[in-house]
């Protein structure tokens, strides 16, 4: 598509994605073309776009260049009705040398962002925050440094939303699986382990995992966005969770019952992280609206590799 926008007042609804390459925002750009919006994102010149390129003709992309007038002028060019920002750096753990990339990526480019949805009379905005902003179930108390980072921007926005009139929906998500995941997360490292049948060596289980499967939550964010059409004012948070948690073992058992693979898991082959999150937070308020649809067995089904079957085990 060309760098033409629709004016902001077309009956078109038009969207800016933020992290559109990563593996939910990639998902929620195909959801929003199949639904008709028009799609623009955000890239760098280190982003690797291989995951959109069946989208390539539908979307409309823009290189930001660092700045916040280049941001400014994009959105500028954009012309959104709605904001997704979903970009952000995810680290566990992080390094002395990682400290310049998260503030860089987790609160410069999303201050950057809003400002210039504030410059170009943009006012909603669908943000991603995590449920490791309460460790032990707090109000706040940060896992680790990514998380205080997303609170960190949220504190940001309360002055956009005081002082600007920013209409904010923050979504905090779990953990996240579905098909042709590329993480290294738990789902996808118990597809690998089924396919190599080689020893998974991990933490003795004992943690609580609320899981929640894709197409759930690219749900969540099109309803945020639907929302905000109706929200006047400020910024509310809700918590996208499966509404069923379980022991990492559990899952596990649940895995080896539904596909009938029998997996080789080296319980305590590694120690617990620090600040390794054990109980879920379950402090939070529900998206009006929204509810999960699809169950841990319907999701491990519909998450199935190509090179993999179901087995005649079960």
Same mark, same amino acid.
């Given at each position: ?10 009956? *078109?609804? *038009?969207?800016?994605?933020? +992290? ?15 639904? !008709?919006? *028009? ?42 009705? $709605?904001?997704?920002?979903? @970009? ?5 753990? /992080? ?5 310049? @990339?998260?503030? $860089? ?5 999303? &201050?950057?962002?809003? =400002?210039?949805?504030? %410059?170009? +009379? ?6 991603? +925050?995590? #449920? ?5 179930? =707090? ?9 205080? &980072? ?12 005081? %002082? ?19 993480? @290294? ?9 089924? /396919?190599?049948?080689? *020893?998974?060596?991990?933490?003795? !289980? ?12 690219? %749900? ?11 929200? $006047? ?8 969770? #499966?509404? /069923? $948690? ?21 319980? +305590? ?10 109980? &879920? ?17 319907? !999701? ?15």
């Amino acid at each position: 598509m060309s760098d033409t926008a629709l004016p902001l007042n077309s009956n *078109v609804r *038009v969207a800016l994605v933020t +992290g559109a390459t990563g593996y939910i925002g990639s998902n929620l750009v195909k959801r929003l073309v199949l639904e !008709g919006w *028009v799609v623009h994102i955000i890239v760098r010149t280190k982003s690797n776009l291989d995951v959109l390129n069946p989208l390539a003709s539908s979307i409309i992309q823009h290189m930001h260049d660092g700045s916040t007038k280049g941001m400014i002028d994009l959105v500028a060019q954009a012309k959104p009705n $709605t904001v997704f920002h979903l @970009a952000s750096l995810f680290l566990v753990q /992080h390094k002395p040398e990682d400290i310049e @990339a998260l503030i $860089t990526s987790n609160l410069l480019f999303s &201050t950057q962002l809003v =400002e210039a949805m504030i %410059a170009n +009379g943009v006012k909603s905005l669908v943000n991603t +925050g995590t #449920s490791w902003q309460h460790y032990h179930n =707090e109000d706040y108390n940060p896992v680790n440094l990514y998380a205080a &980072t997303k609170q960190a921007f949220e504190d940001i926005l309360s002055y956009y939303v005081e %002082a600007q009139g920013l209409k904010v929906i923050t979504l905090k998500l779990f953990d996240t699986y579905g098909p042709n995941d590329t993480r @290294a997360k738990l789902i996808n490292l118990f597809w690998k382990a089924a /396919h190599s049948q080689e *020893v998974l060596h991990m933490s003795p !289980g004992e943690q609580v995992i609320d899981i929640v499967y894709i197409d759930d939550v690219v %749900a969540a964010f099109i309803l945020a966005a639907e929302q905000l059409c109706l929200q $006047t004012q400020g910024q509310k948070i809700f918590g996208i969770s #499966s509404g /069923h $948690t379980l022991r990492l073992m559990d899952i596990k058992d649940k895995f080896e019952l539904i596909t009938g693979y029998k997996l080789k898991i080296n319980w +305590g082959g590694r120690p617990y992280r620090e600040r390794e999150v054990m109980l &879920t937070w379950n402090k939070f308020e529900k998206l009006p609206g929204w509810c999960p649809t699809i169950s841990l067995e319907e !999701g491990l089904i519909r998450s199935l590799p190509k090179d993999l079957k179901i087995t005649d085990a079960r």
